[in-house]
């Protein structure tokens, strides 16, 4: 029989999993697997479970819970040497990268995909020493996310953020920051910025550009300019909602490889987690490094 580590995090988005699990349990049973389950206890708890375990235990790592968890669980296989595939049952607020790689989104269709759907090596990001799954981002509104209370998530969802970003939009911090990518040398003062393998941000699709695939090697990148006056960072902001692009405020591009480099320590986000701060960062795209389950009708839809 083959073996299959199922990790999921109880406290992920409404808790909806948890009358769900025998269902979802069966499906893998089904499927041919005898299931190991493993609740998250702690932050970090399924990054450490996915380091440690032997490589003969699985052949197929199956986890559950918003963007943190799939980033721990992602970020624990890339320091493995033998890489299982990895399959995600989304239940956070969210679900950018789910969404933008057609992942169901009902838990035991989604558990079904885990299971009976095929493997995508997908491009991953390698930022300074840690890994991300889909966005690494600073400035405007990236410490929503993990400032916002779990509860306020779980009841508010979407409005959570959009409520608690709105609190500081006046008071909105800029960032004197050297950005170098393909030969070429950006030097400006930023409110925000993003470097993303997704097809939407925060539920907004506007804000990563066209044609984004999953295994071409490069990033799709967005920096923000700083606003003169309140009516340009109003203006910014209608931009990016109606899906449009504004180079007077704005540069777009895609790269595999950029660094970031600035006088202070700036704080970013990973896939929605804090990220720590730093004067210098170094993103590479780390092509097709991860195998993650998809559903065999939207594979040429993600491929270059």
């Known amino acids: 029989m083959k073996r299959l580590l199922f990790i999921y995090n109880p406290h992920a988005g409404k808790e909806l999993l948890k009358p769900k699990i025998s269902d979802i349990v069966d499906i893998f049973v089904k499927a041919g697997y005898e299931v190991t389950i493993y609740p998250t206890q702690s932050y970090r708890d399924a990054y450490r479970k996915v380091k440690e375990y032997n490589s003969e235990e699985y052949e197929l790592v199956v986890c559950s819970g918003g963007d943190g968890t799939i980033d721990e669980v992602v970020s624990g296989m890339m320091t493995r040497k033998d890489r299982d595939p990895v399959g995600y ?31 995508f090596p ?6 300074n ?34 409520l608690e970003g709105a609190k500081r939009i006046f008071n909105v911090p800029s960032y004197r920051i050297k950005v170098c990518h393909g030969g070429e040398e950006i030097e400006d003062e930023f409110i925000y910025g993003m470097v993303t393998n997704s097809r939407s941000v925060g539920g907004f699709r506007s804000m990563v550009g066209k044609q984004v695939v999953f295994d071409d090697g490069l990033f799709e990148v967005t920096l923000i300019k700083k606003p003169k006056n309140p009516l340009e960072l109003q203006e910014i902001i209608a931009a990016l909602l109606i899906e449009q692009i504004d180079t007077k405020y704005m540069y777009t591009f895609k790269t595999g490889y950029i660094t970031f480099e600035s006088l202070e320590e700036i704080p970013w986000t990973l896939d929605g987690e804090f990220g720590g701060e730093h004067d210098y960062v170094e993103i590479e795209n780390l092509r097709q490094q991860l195998g993650i389950m998809v559903p065999a009708e939207h594979i040429e839809d993600l491929k270059e």
């Open 129 to 162: 020493q840690d890994t991300f799954v889909y966005i690494a981002a600073f400035g405007l509104f990236t410490d929503v996310s993990y400032e916002t209370d779990q509860a306020m998530k779980n009841v508010l969802g979407h409005l959570a953020y959009i």
């Open 122 to 127: 997908c491009d991953i990001g390698r930022f």
């Open 89 to 119: 049952i989304p239940t956070g607020t969210t679900n950018d990268f789910a969404n933008s790689l057609h992942i169901p989104k009902g838990l035991l269709k989604a558990a079904d995909n885990a299971v009976n759907g095929v493997v």
